[in-house]
């Protein structure tokens, strides 16, 4: 894993990557530079088997201010308005291809929600599967504000199924914020902690989660992504039945069992490249 970037700080630790997104002096807005090392980070992701686990947050007081638009609406070499649709698509595709490549990606993502996520960011914030929020934490779909659609970079998608279609259509249809308390209110976030308490909440769940078979852990985020699109109980119930006959396939399973009847905690092999 590489660790020379220009817009991240990136850590390996006992099979977590802690991954910082690194322009505090602009509230961590999307650059361009920020989008390509975001993109590659997570696009990588779906084939590191040594890597567990995920925490995503942002340097300084908040998370991610959106795109950045004062480096947008500068330049004559990366703008959809300035060369016509066809490079705007493409623009527009390499920010979306993050939240795809976090869905995609079979490691469990916990994302440090401090102040603003607005526009990509709050996004970036949707397409986590476990979010911890502090109490100055907010979030709206910024784009509606400047003229374009709300329903960018996967909002439409995440938010009605995180929250539900009218508080969704109320969020999306104004560009109104919504505020860590309500946020849990709706179980947008797991929880609400101070700021200097984000990182040990995030701990607890990675250790938590570590006690888990690495196959089970990624097998479980895949079956949650499908069981959210389903067409149905049955088709639901098909990927579980898969997975539970994967997973109970392996020497992990017998030393599951064999550590609840003799009450003591459970050890799993290490990860391999098969699971």
């Known amino acids: 894993m590489r660790t020379d970037f220009e817009t991240l700080k990136v850590k390996l630790e006992n099979e977590t990557l802690w ?4 322009r505090p002096e602009r509230l961590n807005a999307l650059s361009r530079a920020l989008v390509e090392e975001l993109r590659g980070i997570f696009v990588d992701l779906y084939w590191r088997h040594d890597i567990r686990t995920v925490v995503l947050q942002g340097a300084g007081d908040n998370f991610c201010a959106g795109l950045d638009l004062k480096e947008t609406s500068g330049s004559n070499n990366d703008s959809g308005v300035r060369r016509g649709p066809g490079a705007g698509l493409v623009s527009q595709r390499k920010i979306s291809e993050i939240v795809i490549a976090m869905r995609r990606c079979p490691q469990p993502i916990i994302s440090l929600w401090n102040g603003s996520a607005a526009g990509g960011g709050f996004a970036i914030m949707l397409a986590s599967d476990v979010r911890i929020a502090t109490p100055t934490a907010r979030g709206n779909a910024a784009f509606i504000k400047i003229g374009l659609s709300a329903c960018d970079i ?5 938010l009605p199924r995180l929250v539900g279609a009218s508080v ?3 969020l999306m ?3 109104r914020f919504i505020h860590a308390d309500k946020a849990a209110t709706l179980g947008l976030v797991s929880k609400i902690v101070a700021p200097d308490q984000l990182e040990a909440e ?3 769940l990675l ?3 570590h006690a888990t078979t690495p196959l089970g852990l990624r097998l479980t985020k895949e079956c949650l992504n499908f069981s959210i699109d389903a067409a149905g109980l049955e088709a639901a119930i098909a990927m579980e039945d898969r997975n539970q006959i994967l997973a109970g396939s392996g020497e992990d399973f017998g030393e599951g069992v064999r550590a609840f009847l003799e009450k003591r905690p459970p050890v799993y092999g ?3 490249a098969g699971g």
């Open 19 to 22: 991954v910082t997104l690194n």
């Open 154 to 158: 996967g909002v439409s998608y995440f």
């Open 168 to 170: 969704a259509s109320e």
């Open 173 to 175: 249809l104004t560009g």
């Open 202 to 204: 995030a701990r607890q």
């Open 207 to 209: 250790s938590e989660m």
């Open 270 to 272: 290490p990860a391999k």
